[in-house]
């Protein structure tokens, strides 16, 4: 959780750090990370496949086939990390063309550029990190993105405000520093994982590829990462339409996205547990045990998310003034925090159900469910309620609240369905 914790941090502190520099720079930060949102998503969704494949191989004691699926999954991420620098890259040429505030799309090109490079180093270290989740080994992976993210926010310090001789960047100087952050996390978790003592024994030849482990692995991870994007996206969406109703509001929205992305990454760190757990237990042939993991990791979910709600009834004023002083964008975050507190639940439900499934390698059907929830059905009514009933800003916010809602009942249900179907499938051959 503390790692997964780490990624997001990097964006809270970055837009805490530009709130400084007036509500266009923060908006700047809303609209690019809208879009490298999406992409740094579907990267995570797609280096997870890692993860369930060595979970099971581990469990069932095969050493070889753990080496196959790291070897395989580095190539994919190193491929998949260019592929999506240019991606984003190519995506910010685009802003103009989306009827968002000239000036804040001015500060955004420059500043979404340096995140994109930062995608290559990432996708290096998520491969090493999932491959040593995969194992249970955990803890270096999340002091090294802490650590990097003390990083991040000391580069910020210098690099945007021009402290100590460093040059004055202002909001690029926060897109340096997270460049530079992600390189080390890159090489520290490298080094962690060459040396260790388990992994010599793991190293293959290039001669042993298989196109019929590369498919696997991709039709893992491609659908997990694309219910990420769909989840993501419709946030990302939502910060579109709050550009169309100005800076204000799109400030707003950052602000309490930023927020509530902060819980949803520690209920995806959960949901990383449940995946290996899970997949550890499909390698065993323990059913019973992989039933109460999975339930377990939602109880645990509940529990975590309704603090996070509580903080955000009892602090809605408080907290977005941490980022930036203007009264306007202060109380509007409030209003949205007060919704956001609402989803907080359904949020952590279907983001530990999701890898729950993803433990049992079941993506296609979830894929479908998140797509129907967030797309289908949350992100038009959010609009309807925005700009059909005049509700604005918080009419986006409520069709998300339904959305998540939908998903976390759907993807609960489909867990407690495809777990029982294994167990009695396997009770009827034994």
């Not at 790692?3 to 502190?13: D, M, T």
């Not at 802490?146 to 040059?167: R, T």
């Not at 109703?245 to 520690?266: D, E, K, P, R, W």
């Not at 907080?344 to 390698?361: I, N, P």
Request: with cysteine.
């Amino acid at each position: 959780m503390l790692s997964q914790l780490g990624h997001i941090l990097v964006g809270v502190a970055d837009s805490i750090m530009v709130g400084e520099l007036g509500t266009q720079p923060l908006a700047a930060v809303s609209l690019a990370n809208s879009l490298f949102g999406l992409v740094l998503m579907f990267g995570i969704g797609l280096s997870i496949a890692i993860t369930p494949l060595v979970a099971a191989a581990d469990g069932e004691g095969n050493i070889q086939q753990v080496g196959r699926v790291f070897q395989h999954g580095a190539i994919i991420n190193l491929i998949a990390g260019f592929v999506f620098c240019g991606l984003v890259i190519g995506s910010g040429q685009l802003l103009p063309y989306m009827n968002q505030p000239t000036q804040v799309v001015g500060f955004t090109i420059p500043y979404l550029n340096l995140l994109a490079y930062s995608l290559i180093p990432f996708m290096v270290f998520q491969t090493f990190r999932q491959f040593a989740e995969g194992l249970s080994f955990t803890r270096t992976a999340m002091i090294i993105t802490l650590s990097a993210n003390g990083v991040n926010v000391g580069l910020n310090y210098l690099l945007i405000y021009g402290y100590w001789g460093f040059p004055e960047l202002g909001l690029n100087g926060a897109g340096v520093a997270t460049l530079i952050a992600r390189i080390l996390m890159a090489v520290i978790m490298a080094a962690y994982v060459l040396r260790a003592r388990w992994f010599p024994v793991m190293v293959l030849s290039f001669a042993q590829l298989r196109q019929v482990l590369f498919i696997r692995m991709l039709k893992i991870g491609i659908p997990t990462g694309l219910q990420y994007i769909f989840e993501v996206g419709a946030f990302s969406f939502a910060s579109i339409m709050m550009g169309w109703l100005g800076a204000t509001a799109l400030a707003a929205h950052q602000i309490a996205l930023n927020l509530a992305a902060v819980s949803y990454m520690v209920a995806t760190g959960l949901a990383a547990a449940a995946t290996v757990r899970v997949g550890n237990q499909l390698g065993r042939k323990d059913f019973i045990n992989l039933r109460q993991v999975g339930f377990s990791a939602i109880v645990m979910s509940l529990v975590l998310m309704s603090l996070s709600a509580l903080a955000f009834i009892t602090l809605n004023h408080w907290l977005p003034s941490l980022y930036i002083d203007e009264i306007p964008v202060i109380e509007l975050a409030g209003s949205l925090l007060i919704i956001a507190a609402f989803f907080q639940l359904s949020d952590g439900v279907q983001a530990v159900a999701l890898g729950a499934l993803r433990g049992m390698a079941d993506v296609k059907i979830p894929t479908i469910i998140t797509l129907v929830a967030y797309w289908v059905i949350g992100l038009p009514v959010g609009y309807g309620f925005a700009f059909g009933l005049g509700w604005g800003p918080q009419g986006v916010w409520v069709g998300l609240l339904l959305s998540l809602t939908i998903a976390a009942v759907l993807l609960t249900i489909r867990f407690h369905r495809v777990s029982r179907q294994k167990q009695e499938q396997y009770t009827s051959v034994v």
